[in-house]
């Protein structure tokens, strides 16, 4: 089936306009027996970078298999992939692609292999700049269900396109190993995703609802999916690797839709970041509105843009808290209005939450303090939002309304910890059944 399609995107680093900034997709070619899609996971792409912890991103890869877990939060027998090259400089060479059912670390069960081809290759290029699907392959997948996929790379790839905090082994081996069910030659390991950003799932009775509304429509109501949109909070800092406790796999377990999670760790509402992204109004197009199936999203968001600045005030500011302007919550709420406004135009729920309690982390300080209240009251009161969760109250400690909660709080005092997202999780699924 030919529903494989490349998507050039434009990505200008450290421009200042509002606008959101990524290119409409054009329509995937057409299939005779349509499949309504749904984003079951993701994750937002990154210009190759130091990050948090070492990665593979600035080497990239040459003549190995990278192999990738994911836990996907749809069931469905039909399932494809999304590929980015979005800050490769030059065309990446795709040797060969595998997705499996997991099994244990890099080992996948036997007789899940299944090879994706492109419009019906297995071997494919993607332009510089640009992103790809796979064709549709069979495999019969459980919600919450761990899958793997496996990159071969014959060539060298250059710098790769990734996603930093991944909290999750992926594994390397040297040469061809994409079927290999062991998982015996994968002996290096980084806690990142490289090129992989999001997995598809469809099933077959999918095929006769989906009629005239085509592969990216979206859903609606309690039906549809929910990507949460953020920084490193969304993201999952703070929370143990290899165990899915970030605030997003709480969702998808206590609410039961899919869940996207499209944080990237440090992101900024409103400045672009070598280290951090691309600025939330430039990625939002990307990352939320071209996901199929998806009805809301969950925008948290802007304490990098108000702490910054105040972290840079120390003695020995870290280099990749720049750029640090001292931002104002009305322009602050200016990125939030273009983000709503573009979220409404493609006709989906949007719920705001306010900024946690982030009092005795390095981004803390008056500036941080007043701009924070004053967000967090707009976000509570404009009624600009389909509907707001309040992260700061749920989380805030009992003696001090500024600080988080110790029960909740990673040893930052700016992340929760997993049992500080459970309740972010909780709170959000409330305002979802409403």
């Given amino acids: 089936m030919n529903t494989a399609y490349v998507r050039r995107i434009a990505a200008p680093l450290f421009a200042g306009s509002l606008a959101i900034g990524i290119l409409a997709a054009p329509a995937a070619p057409a299939d005779a027996t349509p499949v309504a899609w749904t984003a079951a996971w993701g994750a937002s792409p990154q210009l190759p970078s130091t990050g948090f912890t070492p990665n593979w991103s600035q080497e990239g890869f040459s003549h190995q298999s990278v192999r990738q877990v994911v836990r996907v939060t749809k069931s469905g027998s039909l399932a494809r992939i999304r590929l980015s090259n979005t800050y490769g400089t030059s065309p990446l060479r795709i040797t060969g692609a595998v997705i499996a059912r997991t099994a244990r670390g890099a080992a ?15 071997s494919t290029w993607i332009p510089a700049h640009g992103e790809l699907r796979s064709d549709t392959v069979q495999l019969d997948l459980k919600r919450l269900e761990s899958v793997t996929v496996t990159l071969y790379f014959a060539g060298t790839t250059g710098p790769a396109t990734f996603h930093s905090q991944g909290w999750a082994d992926t594994y390397r081996a040297e040469g061809d190993h994409r079927a290999d069910t062991t998982g015996a030659a994968y002996d290096s390991t980084s806690q990142s995703w490289y090129y992989l950003s999001g997995i598809e799932v469809g099933d077959a009775e999918d095929r006769l609802r989906a009629g005239t509304a085509g592969s990216h429509a979206g859903g609606t109501g309690a039906e549809g999916g929910v990507v949460v949109f953020g920084d490193s909070i969304t993201d999952g800092f703070g929370s143990t690797p290899n165990a899915d406790r970030r605030y997003s796999d709480a969702l998808a377990e206590r609410t039961g839709r899919p869940v996207v999670n499209q944080g990237i760790g440090g992101n900024l509402v409103l400045n672009d970041s070598a280290w951090f992204g691309e600025r939330a109004t430039a990625r939002f197009r990307r990352d939320v509105l071209d996901a199929p199936g998806v ?25 990749t808290y720049k750029p640090a302007p001292v931002v104002s919550s009305r322009e602050l709420i200016t990125g939030y209005r273009t983000l709503i406004h573009a979220a409404h135009d493609k006709g989906l729920e949007v719920v705001g939450a306010t900024l946690l309690p982030f009092k005795g982390s390095d981004h803390w300080g008056p500036h941080a303090a007043q701009v924070s209240n004053e967000v967090n009251d707009w976000i509570r009161h404009s009624g600009e939002f389909d509907a707001y969760v309040d992260f700061d109250r749920a989380l805030a400690a009992p003696s001090d309304p500024d600080r988080l909660n110790t029960s909740y709080a990673f040893k930052d005092a700016l992340h929760p910890n997993d049992a500080g997202y459970q309740v972010m999780a909780n709170e959000v699924a409330k305002v979802l059944h409403k």
């Fill in 108 to 122: 996948v069960e036997e007789g899940s292999v299944r090879h994706l081809t492109f419009d019906g290759k297995r």
């Fill in 295 to 319: 009805s809301t999203v969950v925008i948290l968001e802007g304490v990098n843009d108000i702490g910054f600045s105040e972290a840079a005030k120390g003695p020995n500011p870290p280099a």
